[in-house]
């Protein structure tokens, strides 16, 4: 029989934080688990090393706001000069006003759309709802899932360590 | 925190709980899914609402009068260009910032009472945005050539005047929908999940799964939400305060007795807070008896929001005061004379009424026994919702109405026009407040329920 999984519920996100930590220190690396909100260090805990999206975020910020100068410079420098009394055609305290509108909204839009490309989300289906016990109808529960494809899978251990790392229901997840 | 006596006797905490009773997660999306998902309404929201789509008729019938007729339809003369139109924009725009303020700079000082009210705030901003964007362009008299002013190419081979700060105040206010609305989404994207998870009809499955975007809380999913949401707070921080100050400097750019003052863009930051603080505790007020979630949005919320009332209120009276100083200080015979004829003039009436609802009447915040009544607090913010109007509308009117040559004085008065399109757009925007409510959860339900995890964790932690 095939299966995606294990997916065990825990009570709360003290005994999931503990439970992924002690998963991870025996050596399992595809785990994940799931949560109603965010857990302080559950994340660390699975072995995730930290986010790319500032960088993302200030990529976006200095691209907005270098494109909008870009924009300024080319119209009134070289599309269409209009000399005023001489005064200068780059007028830079003004423009910056609206580049740092544009840098704003390109960080904004980094940040966004960088925060659904690293999820992968949107995502149509993900096996984990296949699971019973996995719902978010009464806000969500505390669940840790280890994939069958992690290495030191064994079904019966693994489900006996679950169950002995304090978990209230253990369920395989169909793929 | 420590109690202090009350002279009857009786013991009032000195800060009331952020949340009242014991809560868990199941029971707090039960009750805030409830709202969303329940089949019939109660009578009330549809008469409600009744009366306010009569508005949204009234909105839409003024605005097509407006547009066949032209911008002479409403108060609006020569030499006062700008009337009603420009005045409402800033106060929509203002009613805005308050949102942002709770999601987005609560957020980053850790305030943990945000947490409730933060989601109808930032639905607050939205909608109010949306009015205050359409104001400017029907000004335009001209409006469906707004779009003259993006960067487009075109046959007439012209440019936006990059220099002008109502070229800076379009892309401040489309920047900052933008940012709004991807906040806004963003925060509501695990509470979707929520809702798709309890909607029973096949419809709303549907329409809350797709809008999910399949969210199903992973941690590695939760870590990018939780940088990038704090992400998004510190960028729209700044870009609160700039687009009410590049409000502000459309009037201050300009050599008009009374509009150009350096004052102007904190005035109009701090005047924006106050007003859309007052906004906030308007409609806070009825949604929390209406829905009874006053164990969620507790006093301690209006009393939090009316001492920001307070400090944003003081910071405006400033505001005032320097204003009538340095026009006598200035010396300036125009100043002066623009001054003296708000305070005695055609427009005095509404300048006096102003400062009473501004300056006078916050002073009742003072009290703590105000602050925690509320009537009392209802009745001072819709108090302060007025006193702005009539602030932004003294500041817009009565500048060009006495400018620098005597035989182009003149007044505006306002037709019937001006209160329909105002109070058109106040329906339409409660209107909107109605349907969120009703279409997607009023209360961040995510984040209360790690309050309330957070509030046993302590409660156990000191049995």
Known sequence: ?175 | MAETARPDGEREPARPPVMVGRHDLPEISERIGAIVLRGALPRGFWLAFFGLFVLVLVFLYSITYLVSVGVGAYGINIPVAWGTMISSFVWWIGIGHAGTLISAVLLLLRQPWRASINRFAEAMTLFAVAMAGLYPILHLGRPWYFYWLLPLPNTHMHWPQWRSPLVWDFAAIATYGVVSLLFWYMGLLPDLAVLRDRARSRGRQLLYGILALGWRGSAFHWARFESSYYMLAALAAPLVVSVHSIVSIDFAYAMVPGYHSTIFPPYFVAGALYSGFAMVVTIAIPLRRAFSVEDLITVRHMDNAAKIMIAAGMIVTYGYVSEAFFAWYSGESYERRMMWSRVVGPYAWMFWAMIVCNAVVLQALWWRRVRRSMPALFVIALAINVGMWLERYVIVVSGPSRGYLPAAWNDQSLTWLDFGIFFGSLGTFLALVFLFVRVLPAITIFEVGELAHERRQAQEGTR
């Open chain 1, 1 to 175: 029989m095939s299966r995606y999984g294990l997916l065990a519920r825990f009570s709360g996100p003290e005994a999931l934080s503990e439970a992924a930590r002690r998963l991870r220190e025996r050596g399992y690396r595809r785990i994940d688990a799931f949560s109603p909100f965010p857990v302080p260090g559950l994340a660390a805990a699975l072995g995730m090393r930290g986010t790319r999206l500032q960088w993302a975020a200030l990529a976006g910020g200095l691209l907005g706001a270098a494109a909008t100068y870009a924009l300024i410079l080319y119209s009134v420098v070289i599309d269409y000069p209009i000399n005023v009394g001489g005064r200068a055609l780059n007028a830079w305290p003004a423009y910056l006003v609206l580049a740092f509108e544009g840098g704003i909204l390109g960080a904004a839009l980094a940040t966004f759309f960088g925060m659904l490309v690293g999820n992968r989300l949107p995502e149509y289906h993900h096996p984990v709802f296949n699971a019973r016990t996995f719902s978010h109808a009464a806000g969500g529960g505390f669940f840790l899932l280890v994939e069958a494809a992690d290495p030191r899978f064994r079904a019966e251990e693994t489900q006996a360590l679950l169950a002995a790392l304090g978990a209230e229901h253990v369920e395989e997840v169909a793929p």
